[in-house]
């Protein structure tokens, strides 16, 4: 049973992040679109690149921020959200780590409609000069 629902998660979540009405981060409890850009001109890195609606260029790679309202409920979320590592930056601030990196936009907007998290968002890196 335990498999079925990991299966049917990942399912969700990889499904969640491949239609382009979904391509998405939650920015200050607001939508933030993406535009998935080819990987050819950025492959060097292994990420993934987007072009948020302002025209910013952004990598996502396999991790995510997460800040807390209430740090007890940490442990859960690794669980249910399949992390594979989990680094404290300070306060209430973690970096997660996902085993797949196609999961980490949908996996970051899962968990910033979680009631105790304050905000989470992929960990991006910006490239400068590219539009």
């Known amino acids: 049973m335990r498999k079925v629902k990991k299966v049917i ?5 990889f499904a969640n992040s491949m239609l382009a009405e979904s391509l998405f981060y ?6 933030v679109h993406l535009e998935p850009l080819k990987t050819s001109s950025f492959s060097f890195d292994g990420k993934d690149y987007y072009k948020s609606e302002n025209g910013v260029v952004l990598g996502v790679d396999n ?8 740090v ?10 399949h992390v594979a590592k989990s680094k404290h930056i300070f306060g209430s601030l973690y970096k997660f780590t996902l085993s797949n990196k196609a999961q980490t936009i949908a996996t970051a907007n899962a968990l910033s409609l979680k009631k105790d998290v304050k905000y989470a968002h992929p960990n991006f890196s910006k490239k400068i000069g590219l539009r």
Do not use: D, H, P, W
């Open 26 to 31: 939650i920015k200050e409890g607001k939508k």
């Open 9 to 13: 998660f990942i399912t969700l979540l």
């Open 72 to 81: 007890q409920n940490r442990l859960a979320y690794m669980r249910e959200f």
């Open 63 to 70: 991790s995510l921020l997460v800040s807390f309202k209430n």
